[in-house]
């Protein structure tokens, strides 16, 4: 139930305090946008930095040695608040930086070794916890945002980071507040938030497969229906694929280097997927003016056999379809559109005209074995999960089902990747 608007601003107003209980009430959501801007050399606070880091790596020390291990071999924190008020005074000793760099520190470690004894005690963490990035968690008790400058405090009183948003035009113009900050060796990343009412004059349902994105948007007695190739992102992973299996001849010769060469092709491989995503997410939001969208609810796709064979499964979740929801749910957010999530099972199997069952025709073409109609097995699929969420009249379903899908593909930089692979392997002949 909506509530009257005059009592959300009254709130809003009213600090911090007030927003986990808006955020779980009616249709008002709390939509986020990240964003990172660079800073200049000269900026940068590498003291703040160094001692951020130093202070997480003493704190580590520190709670990770009231760590106990019980008879049945499960692991526990013996952590209480004297505990960590010495902790804390510790580490406030000879700080110049404001104080809650210190707090903010400790819960962050805390997170960490509380994550990692979830892990453990399920047997799924090994190696104890480290403290590798450098960045430094800004809380909103350390900046201010007035008339478009955040100004971030690093020593109390005296030094402070300001950044004029109105300096970087990629960041969002309308916003209710700044979440929070993360700070590292060359960049911001800034955390913006608004509260949306979630609604949609129309609505689109987009199903997802391994070579390809098909969409279908009803508005009144319009229909679009489009398919987006996804074969660039295949095409990402095999590339990687292939680096690890080169790889393979290295890792007994040098296993520290062949380790450290996985880990940097890891994190590539997620960038150029997470980039081609974007790009992706990106142009259907463009299409998707007013409109909400209904998609299954792939949850449970790394343990459940749904709609589709495991091996589909498998390749689907590296794939990413999870970050592909995601990512389109929050750009949808942002604008004041919902996503609904329908239940998968057999959208591929049930006719959406006569609910009769339906088999494999020929090519991509599906045939109703009730009412003899045939159609692309995806646009078949879509029609389905549309009228999981939304009624969907019958000529309507006729002429989707009878339209060819205008077809269009994402192409993203490309970094010399491929080139990169020959030189590996020329190199690892010679060696
Ligand atoms: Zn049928």
Redesign the pocket.
């Known amino acids: 139930m909506a509530r009257p608007i005059q009592l959300i601003l009254d709130q809003k107003h009213r600090g911090p305090a007030a927003h986990p209980a808006r955020q779980s009430r009616g249709l008002l959501e709390v939509a986020i946008k990240c964003r990172r801007i660079p800073l200049r050399d000269s900026d940068i606070p590498r003291d703040l930095i160094d001692a951020y880091f130093e202070a997480k790596r003493r704190a580590l020390d520190v709670i990770l040695s009231h760590v106990r291990t019980s008879v049945n071999g499960k692991v526990h924190l013996r952590f209480d608040n004297i505990d960590r008020k010495r902790l804390r005074d510790e580490l406030l000793t000879g700080w110049k930086f404001s104080k809650h760099y210190v707090d903010a520190a400790i819960n962050s470690v805390m997170g960490l070794v509380k994550a990692w004894i979830t892990r453990y005690n399920r047997g799924l963490a090994e190696k104890r916890p480290m403290i590798t990035k450098r960045t430094v968690y800004i809380k909103n008790t350390l900046f201010s945002l007035r008339d478009g400058v955040l100004r971030i405090s690093i020593e109390p009183g005296k030094r402070y980071l300001d950044v004029n948003l109105d300096d970087y035009p990629w960041l969002p113009k309308v916003f209710d507040r700044v979440g929070g900050l993360i700070l590292n060796e060359k960049e911001l990343a800034i955390c913006f938030k608004k509260d949306v009412e979630l609604k949609a004059c129309r609505w689109a349902a987009i199903d997802i497969n391994l070579g390809n994105i098909i969409m279908v948007v009803v508005d009144g007695d319009d229909v679009v229906v489009k398919r987006y190739g996804v074969g660039e992102l295949q095409k990402i992973h095999n590339v990687y694929e292939e680096k690890r299996r080169v790889l393979q001849s290295l890792k007994t010769t040098a296993p520290k280097r062949s380790e450290r060469i996985l880990e940097k092709y890891r994190r590539r491989e997620k960038d150029r997927a997470n980039n081609f995503l974007h790009q992706l997410t990106s142009r259907i939001v463009k299409e998707l003016v007013g409109c909400g969208v209904i998609m299954e609810d792939l949850r449970m796709i790394k343990t459940r056999i749904l709609n589709r064979s495991s091996e589909e499964n498998r390749k689907l979740s590296k794939w990413g379809v999870r970050a592909f929801q995601n990512m389109l749910e929050y750009k949808l957010k942002w604008r004041g559109l919902p996503t609904i999530y329908v239940n998968p099972s057999n959208t591929s199997r049930i ?6 069952r ?1 088999s494999p025709h020929e090519g991509r073409l599906v045939k ?6 045939t159609a692309d097995r995806d646009v078949v699929a879509v029609v389905n999960i549309y009228r999981r969420a939304r009624e969907l009249p019958r000529h309507l379903v006729m002429r989707i089902l009878e339209t060819e899908p205008i077809f269009e593909t994402i192409m993203t930089r490309r970094p010399k990747a491929e080139k990169k692979l020959e030189k590996l392997q020329k190199i690892l002949a010679a060696e």
Do not use: D, V
């Open positions: 006719c959406p005209l006569c609910s009769g339906i109703c074995s009730g009412c003899n109609m």
